[in-house]
């Protein structure tokens, strides 16, 4: 029988997105010993699956004005610590003809109860600002939106935490807790890459898992409802504006637009889902954000797709309510113990990218009130300073860093300017997947949505030794194929010219496909049919003259 590798630790934090990694850098800076793990990679889940907003508030103030407070404050604070992760790009409420009046007109009240700077705009400088949105918008109100890069804020937390000495694992997943006496005392971890086991023993276990939290909740035999909120929100090829704008009513589908660094996303949609894992895109969803973007920014329907993807909301439910949007956007930290009886685990649910920091903060103090730490927190002052080769980032910033260094010849992804240097510092780190290396340096996320640079980034991974020929081409299969989820629902147009100039280049060219069901790779077939009801298409979704 196969030993089992055993770990102890003060504090095991379970989940590794905005929050999780939030937790384990406020249990770093007060000494804390800590580790973390995450079933795949950092920021895999919602983190990484949103549309990019860091909120002012104001999304809130009508329904939920505790959620728009938190969001208010913290966005001065997210400002403050990581300004290298967030693009000040100022936010827009505006209404269109068919948005409420009563609504506008009650706006700045409500925004004003509730701690969000708001301040109207005349419709002449509105203009000026976004020359793309409709021409009757009666009402505009100014608020401090902003976007975020959620990558990198995972990834600066991270770098912090470990200064302090805390450990991260990725690739493992939560198999079991151990629980006895009343008491949850650990985890067993398996490594989902080696399939080794790890046990990890712990005086505390933070649960959070987010959109799974009631999964690891049921280990301990905790009930945690959790309301899967599925979101799908679609990438444009630029910037179709420069502010982050949202329509000027109550929260609905597909009411906001978000410049975040070279594209466009609009969303979202609001569809309760059993599993947390469902990705699934449909026709209609795609409809829906199209034609309600169409009424805020005309053209919208004709503007090139990048992809779509969906993302779940974590959303709390301590009773029911009628409608998925009803239930609130802020977060509760659950002691187990006071709740349930179950010492030694806490549950962080709820909350959103904007709060994350508020969120860790909250759970750690309950947790550190049982270990007896007195410790208070530092992450609202203590900044967070860039890794060098990430600066603030503006539009023109890649290709400052190109000519800066010369490195003309050097991109690896023409698209997001990402060079040699920066790919193989990725491999060379963290970086076990394409998939990881788009996370870490926005590989494949252009609109080529990966046709030149995948090869080339998995002939770097081979020269740095970090995986041989046969493992290399496997990479090339599997990020081909996660790329393709979100690019089928979308093909036709340009896109659909670029889906087949890929198609030719890694079957025709590379074979990359020889002796494999890769695809459903570029099934025809399937993106037909997912794109046959979208708005202005012919009826079987492609183009008349693809090629």
Not at 33 to 39: F, I, K, S
Not at 257 to 278: H, Q, S
Not at 417 to 436: C, F, K, M, N, Y
Request: hydrophobic fraction near 40%; include cysteine.
């Amino acid at each position: 029988m196969t030993s089992v590798q055993t770990r102890t630790t003060d504090v095991l934090v379970i989940g590794g997105g905005a929050t999780g990694t939030g937790v384990l850098r406020d249990l770093a800076l007060r000494g804390i010993r800590a580790l973390l793990v995450e079933r795949r990679d950092l920021a895999d889940g919602t983190t990484g699956r949103y549309h990019g907003l860091l909120h002012s508030g104001a999304r809130y103030v009508q329904r939920d004005a505790e959620a728009a407070r938190d969001c208010a404050r913290e966005n001065q604070v997210l400002r403050r610590i990581i300004p290298h992760c967030i693009e000040d790009t100022g936010g827009l409420f505006v209404s269109t003809p068919w948005d409420p009046l009563r609504y506008a007109e009650d706006f700045a009240g409500l925004c004003y109860a509730a701690g969000v700077k708001a301040e109207p705009v005349s419709l002449r400088e509105l203009r000026k600002r976004e020359p793309n949105l409709h021409p009757h918008i009666s009402h505009a109100f100014a608020v401090p939106d902003a976007a975020a890069d959620s990558f990198l804020t995972v990834e600066a937390n991270v770098r912090s935490a470990r200064e302090y000495g805390a450990e991260v694992l990725r690739y493992h997943t939560v198999r079991a807790l151990h629980v006895h006496g009343g008491r949850v005392l650990g985890a067993l971890l398996e490594n989902t890459r080696t399939g080794e086991e790890l046990r990890i023993n712990c005086a505390y276990v933070i649960n959070a898992a987010g959109a799974w939290a009631g999964q690891i909740g049921h280990m301990a035999g905790v009930p945690i409802d959790i309301v899967a909120g599925k979101g799908v929100m679609i990438a444009f090829n630029h910037r179709l504006v420069n502010t982050v704008v949202n329509r000027c009513k109550p929260p609905g589908d597909g009411d906001i637009m978000v410049p975040i660094r070279t594209v466009a996303v609009a969303g979202t949609t609001d569809e309760a889902v059993p599993n947390p894992d469902d990705r699934s895109i449909t026709a209609a969803e795609i409809d829906l954000i199209m034609e309600e973007g169409e009424r805020m920014i005309p053209g919208l329907l004709q503007a090139r797709m990048l992809r779509a993807w969906a993302g779940v909301r974590p959303l709390y439910r301590e009773s029911s309510a009628v409608d998925d949007r009803d239930l609130s956007r802020d977060f509760k930290v659950l002691d187990h113990q006071t709740r349930d009886g179950v010492a030694g685990l806490v549950s962080i649910v709820g909350g959103k990218y904007t709060t994350y920091r508020l969120m860790a903060e909250r759970t750690v103090d309950v947790v550190a009130g049982y270990l007896g730490v007195t410790t208070a927190c530092q992450t609202a002052v203590e900044v967070i300073p860039p890794p060098q080769q990430r600066r603030l980032f503006t539009q023109g910033q890649p290709l400052a860093q190109v000519e800066a260094a010369a490195a003309f010849g050097d991109p690896v992804c023409e698209c997001e300017l990402v060079s040699r240097q920066q790919v193989e510092a990725a491999w060379r780190g963290d970086a076990t997947s394409i998939d990881d290396l788009r996370r870490d340096t926005r590989v494949g996320m252009g609109p080529c949505q990966g046709g030149f640079c995948t090869y080339r980034a998995a002939a770097l991974r081979h020269e740095v030794g970090r995986a041989d020929a046969g493992a290399s081409v496997q990479a090339i299969r599997r990020f081909l194929q996660e790329r393709w989820r979100g690019v089928a629902p979308v093909l036709w147009g340009d896109q659909l010219r670029q889906a087949r100039l890929d198609e030719l280049i890694f079957q025709g060219l590379l074979n990359v496909a020889e002796d494999e069901d890769v695809w459903t790779l570029f099934d025809h077939d399937r993106s037909a049919e997912a794109s046959a009801a979208l708005p202005g298409q012919a009826a079987d979704g492609a183009d008349p003259n693809p090629l």
